[in-house]
């Protein structure tokens, strides 16, 4: 059974970073791109962004040049870095397969607020 495992977030104030992980059981790390997700209450979730398993990765415009992604194909895990923080990057965040395939993970809350 696959499963996620995803850490790191807390409460930063803007302008502030956090870096999440997601550890991923399984054999399936390496078989498909990877994406980081992200819900709001009363929203859909959405996709932050994705690497493959050859590390290019691409985020949602929103994003981009303040959040970076990483994995670590030797510890099946993919990390998130986020620079910048923004009130309106609140939200839960979660990790799957690109597209998710898999059960989600209890995800990690990322609360941006001064």
């Known amino acids: 059974q696959v499963q996620f495992v995803e850490s790191g977030g807390g409460l930063v104030q803007p302008g502030g970073s956090l870096r999440l992980s997601c550890a991923a059981s399984?054999?399936?790390?390496?078989?498909?791109?990877m994406g980081w997700y992200r819900q709001t209450l009363g929203k859909q979730r959405e996709s932050v962004g994705t690497i493959t398993d050859g590390g290019s990765t691409n985020y949602v415009d929103s994003v981009k040049g303040r959040f970076t992604i990483s994995r670590d194909n030797a510890k099946n895990t993919v990390y998130l870095q986020m620079d910048s923080l923004k009130p309106e990057d609140t939200a839960v965040y979660y990790c799957n397969t690109k597209p998710a395939l898999y059960t989600w993970g209890q995800g990690t809350q990322v609360t941006v607020s001064s």
């Open positions: 399984g054999t399936i790390f390496t078989a498909f791109p």
